[in-house]
């Protein structure tokens, strides 16, 4: 098990298929959280007035992630034949709306056509992302970044 996670969310080549993008994508989303709430709890106060960044250790933990966030979009694409590098701008968008945050840029109480167009761009590509890797199969068959995650494998004799 240990080595499948690694592999998940260290390794950039390779495909992986929605089951995986799945598993993956969700303890990535535990961790986030799991993060918030031990270095970062007050985000979750809900009666909090204004709206604040994120405190330093979060902006941390969380550009951490973009690593093995990264690793996961990579090898999705990789399987939706898609070329390797749009894994890694999505990843680059991640850290970019990370630092926002926590320079307070944009989110939460956007107002400008700048943080309005990086908002709506940012959640127009996240869905788009979304359909791409968490409910469209990947291509059948081998290609250009390996055998398909879907067929059977001999077993080592």
Avoid: C
């Amino acid at each position: 098990m240990m080595p499948y996670l690694f592999d998940l969310f260290f390794r950039f080549d390779g495909r992986i298929g929605r089951k995986s993008w799945w598993v993956g994508t969700l303890i990535l989303v535990a961790a986030s959280i799991g993060g918030m709430l031990i270095l970062d709890p007050s985000v979750f106060d809900l009666d909090r007035a204004p709206p604040r960044t994120p405190n330093l250790a979060a902006t941390i933990w969380h550009l951490a992630l973009v690593i093995p966030g990264t690793a996961v979009m990579v090898k999705r694409f990789n399987d939706r034949n898609w070329p390797y590098w749009i894994g890694f701008a999505y990843g680059a968008l991640g850290a970019m709306i990370t630092l926002g945050q926590h320079f307070n840029m944009f989110l939460p109480g956007f107002s400008g056509v700048p943080e309005t167009i990086v908002v709506v761009f940012a959640g127009l590509a996240s869905l788009y992302a979304f359909v791409e890797t968490g409910l469209l199969r990947g291509n059948a068959g081998p290609n250009r970044y390996g055998p398909d995650p879907l067929e059977p494998r001999e077993l080592p004799r």
